[in-house]
T-cell receptor
Framework: DTEVTQTPKHLVMGMTNKKSLKCEQH?????MYWYKQKAKKPPELMFV???????INESVPSRFSPECPNSSLLNLHLHALQPEDSALYLC??????????????FGPGTRLTVT | AQSVTQLGSHVSVSEGALVLLRCNYS??????LFWYVQYPNQGLQLLLK??????LVKGINGFEAEFKKSETSFHLTKPSAHMSDAAEYFC?????????????FGAGTRLAVHP
C-alpha cells in the first residue's frame, strides 16, 4: 500500500477561523512533508518532519503550525490566514529522511480557499 | 546547488504521436532524478526515478526516461500518446539540505493530447 490520505478534500475558511488539515500514511515512512501549490506552479516545500521531529521550516509564516502526533499522522493547523494562502496543500512521505534516493509519495491534497 | 529546468511549459501532441518532455539538471554530485505527473485537482504521482542503477528507466503508463550525463538531461518519452496522458508533468531532483531530503521541482510542462 503506497497511499497517503488527506482530509478534508476541500476547505473554505474565513480569515478569523482556525482549521486543521490532516495527513496519514501507513507505509512506515519516517519522513513527512507539507507542500503548498499555487495554480500552474510546482509544489513549494513548507515543512519536513524526520522521525516525528520538525527538521525543516522553509520560513513559513507562523499562521501555519505543523504537528506530528505520531509516525503515521501529520497535521497542519491554520489560523488567521490571508486570501493569498488559498492553494492546494499537499502532504508527502518518504521512507528515510536522510537518503536522497528515496522517492516521495504524495497525497491527493486539500484545496483551501480563504475568504 | 541542484536545480532542474524543464524546456517548454506547454507541449501539444496528437493521439498516437511520440511524447517528448525535456528536463535538464544541474548538480555537483550524482543526481537522483524523478518524473511526477499531476492530473487536474489531484496530487502528484511518481512516474519513474533514476538512481544510477541504469541509464534507461522504465516507468508506469508506458513512459520511460534516459539519463544522459554528457548532456545533463533526463528527458521523458512515450512512443504513443493517449488522451489520458493529458496532465502536468514535473521533473525533480532530490537534494540533501541539512541532512534531510528535499525535492527540487522544475516549473512543469503541461501536456495536451488532441484527437
Amino acid at each position: 500500500d503506497t497511499e497517503v490520505t488527506q482530509t478534508p478534500k476541500h476547505l473554505v475558511m474565513g480569515m478569523t477561523n482556525k482549521k486543521s488539515l490532516k495527513c496519514e500514511q501507513h507505509m512506515g515512512h519516517r519522513a513527512m512533508y507539507w507542500y503548498k501549490q499555487k495554480a500552474k506552479k510546482p509544489p513549494e516545500l513548507m515543512f519536513v518532519y524526520s522521525y516525528e521531529k520538525l527538521s525543516i521550516n522553509e520560513s513559513v509564516p507562523s499562521r501555519f503550525s505543523p504537528e506530528c502526533p505520531n509516525s503515521s499522522l501529520l497535521n497542519l493547523h491554520l489560523h488567521a490566514l490571508q486570501p493569498e494562502d488559498s492553494a492546494l496543500y499537499l502532504c508527502a512521505s518518504s521512507q528515510e529522511p536522510g537518503l536522497a534516493s528515496y522517492e516521495q509519495y504524495f497525497g491527493p491534497g486539500t484545496r483551501l480557499t480563504v475568504t | 546547488a541542484q536545480s532542474v529546468t524543464q524546456l517548454g511549459s506547454h507541449v501539444s501532441v496528437s493521439e498516437g504521436a511520440l511524447v517528448l518532455l525535456r528536463c535538464n539538471y544541474s548538480s555537483s554530485v550524482p543526481p537522483y532524478l524523478f518524473w511526477y505527473v499531476q492530473y487536474p485537482n489531484q496530487g502528484l504521482q511518481l512516474l519513474l526515478k533514476y538512481t544510477s542503477a541504469a541509464t534507461l528507466v522504465k516507468g508506469i503508463n508506458g513512459f520511460e526516461a534516459e539519463f544522459k550525463k554528457s548532456e545533463t538531461s533526463f528527458h521523458l518519452t512515450k512512443p504513443s500518446a493517449h488522451m489520458s496522458d493529458a496532465a502536468e508533468y514535473f521533473c525533480a531532483v532530490s537534494a540533501l539540505s541539512g541532512g534531510y531530503n528535499k525535492l527540487i521541482f522544475g516549473a512543469g510542462t503541461r501536456l495536451a493530447v488532441h484527437p
